[in-house]
């Protein structure tokens, strides 16, 4: 008889995700993504201006705020057919890469990395013996015996004090005894320095966005601010050193640690690159627009029926693409929504309906995207293995050092470790990407002085906004109708809609589902790492997929604010 693991909610993620297994000789043999919460965006925004749409779009999620906003504007943009200045496009640009930046630096270190990674035996490891281990694989300045002496003792208070805090876990699970003690305390040292670089790129990104979270500086038909390499009251030269020393130190850890990091983890814990595969069909879009047409594209974009087979790749060459904008629907045959249906977004409804939770009816608020009428998987490793079948001179290049080092093929990047290895090379790629696009910033500062034109409405318009966010594929799709610009249908398809999606209409599961399906087994049921390790690679955001709306406007929570005399 098979035996019911229930995680609820998982951890370390943005917005609430319960997982409900069924696991007989220690194998999952069937799991259930359920979103618990509704995101109600899509019935807020109806009835508003387009040109608001953005400053309310970025309040989907307090993690993925820029990319919603990003795509929110892109979304009116297309509607309107406006064609925004190469000075704001590269403005833009920055801002995604600095946000994409401190994302994955982030969701490594600080919300998965902890399920490999065990506090405890970091705390027994030998400091000399560690600093000798970390000057064979890093070229990095504070991996001493001194810091490590320092991290040693840290952990070891904590431990003592019994309140672990952001560092409480399955603690003694057989499944960290892979790597040595020294490797552990490697690895939270690296932890808590992250935690300054991460801060580094927010302060990158709040430079050019005014503010970090929720970016001021955006506006449909380009940005809110004011450039002049000259003028000291303007976004100037000065300015623009400050973004780039920032992302100066950023991109120092992501080349010296992260990415080597990511690498010699996946060598201790080889085997799961066989699995947690789940779907092997990988969607991404292109991003990262050089010019005015954005026709030309930096990060590329397209889809793979499967992950085995590379020489299949659907090339998207930009947003206008038909077979990108014409073959994405949802479905809610599973999902707490009003109906049975697989539409368009331009064609959706949002109307919630709860049910309760029925595996074989609805049981999740996620709603279900589909390409072609079939899940797709999203994220880094889908761009990674998509740029690479295009032969994408800086994916190939940082992938190829990687999984030649790890010693696995490339197709096992679509994997449970595999998704943390894809990240970290989409993570070097964007290094080289941000000193590119800083670059062009600064040469079009001395020629080029428009940064925002007039959005027109005419009619009724419909139009998406794509971006490739750390997450993966994100769209928002806009009905607008009238001289007023007035929005008559939005919806927001998010990469953990796509991956945390239930099953579809023909029984078949989502992302996370399948992945599960294709899990290590369960050591201790009692402690599930290894449902944490799998669903974590896909770095979830299920505020993102699904957003509280109350309908009724009662006031739920109180905060108070004192001021204490210095």
């Known amino acids: 008889m098979a035996k019911r693991v229930v995680v609820d909610p998982i951890t370390r993620i943005e917005g609430h995700l319960r997982i409900e297994t069924e696991v007989e000789n220690g194998r999952i043999v069937n799991a259930y993504s359920i979103g618990t919460m509704f995101r109600g965006l899509e019935i807020i925004l109806k009835g508003r201006t387009a040109l608001d749409a953005w400053l309310y779009a970025q309040r989907i999620c307090g993690v993925c705020t820029t990319v919603h906003a990003i795509a929110s504007v892109r979304s009116v943009e297309d509607a309107t057919n406006t064609k925004i200045p190469i000075l704001a496009q590269l403005v833009r640009n920055l801002i995604i890469l600095s946000h994409a930046l401190q994302d994955h630096i982030v969701h490594f270190y600080h919300l998965s990395a902890l399920d490999w990674v065990d506090v405890t035996k970091a705390a027994k490891a030998d400091p000399k013996k560690a600093a000798k281990i970390a000057a064979n694989l890093y070229d990095w300045p504070t991996n001493s015996e001194d810091r490590f002496k320092e991290v040693k003792e840290l952990l070891n208070k904590i431990i003592e004090s019994g309140k672990l805090g952001i560092f409480t876990g399955y603690w003694g699970h057989p499944a960290y005894d892979v790597l040595p003690p020294e490797v552990h305390l490697i690895a939270v040292a690296h932890y808590l320095e992250a935690l300054d670089y991460q801060r580094y790129a927010t302060q990158a990104n709040a430079v050019l966005g005014g503010k970090n979270p929720h970016i001021q500086s955006l506006v449909p038909g380009g940005v809110a601010l004011a450039i002049n390499k000259d003028n000291p009251a303007t976004f100037n030269m000065e300015r623009a050193q400050l973004f780039y020393s920032f992302i100066k130190k950023?991109?120092?850890?992501?080349?010296?640690?992260?990415?080597?990091?990511?690498?010699?983890?996946?060598?201790?814990?080889?085997?799961?690159?066989?699995?947690?595969?789940?779907?092997?069909?990988?969607?991404?879009?292109?991003?990262?627009?050089?010019?005015?047409?954005?026709?030309?594209?930096?990060?590329?974009?397209?889809?793979?029926?499967?992950?085995?087979?590379?020489?299949?790749?659907?090339?998207?060459?930009?947003?206008?693409?038909?077979?990108?904008?014409?073959?994405?629907?949802?479905?809610?045959?599973?999902?707490?929504?009003?109906?049975?249906?697989?539409?368009?977004?331009?064609?959706?409804?949002?109307?919630?309906?709860?049910?309760?939770?029925?595996?074989?009816?609805?049981y999740s608020w996620v709603k279900g995207p589909l390409f072609k009428d079939k899940p797709a998987q999203v994220g880094p490793v889908a761009q990674v293995l998509v740029g690479y079948a295009q032969g994408h001179e800086l994916i190939k290049k940082y992938t190829d050092k990687a999984i030649n080092e790890v010693g696995v093929p490339v197709n096992k990047l679509n994997s449970t470790i595999g998704r943390h290895l894809a990240r970290a090379i989409r993570a070097r790629v964007i290094c080289d990407l941000v000193e590119k696009h800083f670059n062009l910033l600064v040469d079009a500062m001395g020629h080029e002085t428009e940064y925002c034109v007039p959005v027109k409405f005419n009619g009724e318009q419909k139009g998406v906004g794509f971006h490739e966010a750390p997450r993966g594929i994100l769209s928002h799709w806009t009905v607008i109708q009238g001289p007023d610009g007035i929005l008559k249908n939005y919806q927001a398809v998010v990469p953990s809609t796509w991956n945390a999606r239930p099953r579809t209409?023909?029984?078949?599961?989502?992302?996370?589902?399948?992945?599960?399906?294709?899990?290590?087994?369960?050591?201790?049921?009692?402690?599930?790492?290894?449902?944490?390790?799998?669903?974590?690679?896909?770095?979830?955001?299920?505020?993102?997929?699904?957003?509280?709306?109350?309908?009724d406007k009662k006031k739920r929570v109180k905060v108070f604010a004192r001021t204490i005399a210095k």
């Open 505 to 551: 209409a023909d029984g078949e599961p989502g992302p996370y589902e399948a992945s599960l399906m294709d899990n290590h087994p369960l050591v201790d049921p009692e402690k599930p790492v290894e449902i944490l390790r799998t669903v974590h690679s896909f770095d979830p955001c299920i505020a993102c997929a699904i957003h509280l709306y109350d309908e």
């Open 250 to 362: 950023t991109c120092d850890f992501v080349k010296n640690v992260y990415y080597r990091d990511a690498i010699i983890l996946s060598k201790f814990y080889k085997e799961w690159f066989n699995i947690g595969t789940g779907v092997k069909s990988l969607l991404a879009t292109p991003d990262l627009p050089t010019n005015v047409d954005m026709t030309n594209m930096d990060l590329p974009g397209g889809y793979l029926p499967d992950s085995d087979d590379l020489t299949n790749v659907e090339v998207f060459k930009d947003w206008k693409d038909p077979n990108l904008r014409n073959n994405i629907k949802e479905d809610i045959v599973h999902s707490w929504y009003k109906g049975s249906w697989a539409k368009h977004p331009w064609e959706e409804t949002t109307e919630p309906e709860y049910t309760g939770i029925d595996h074989n009816g609805k």
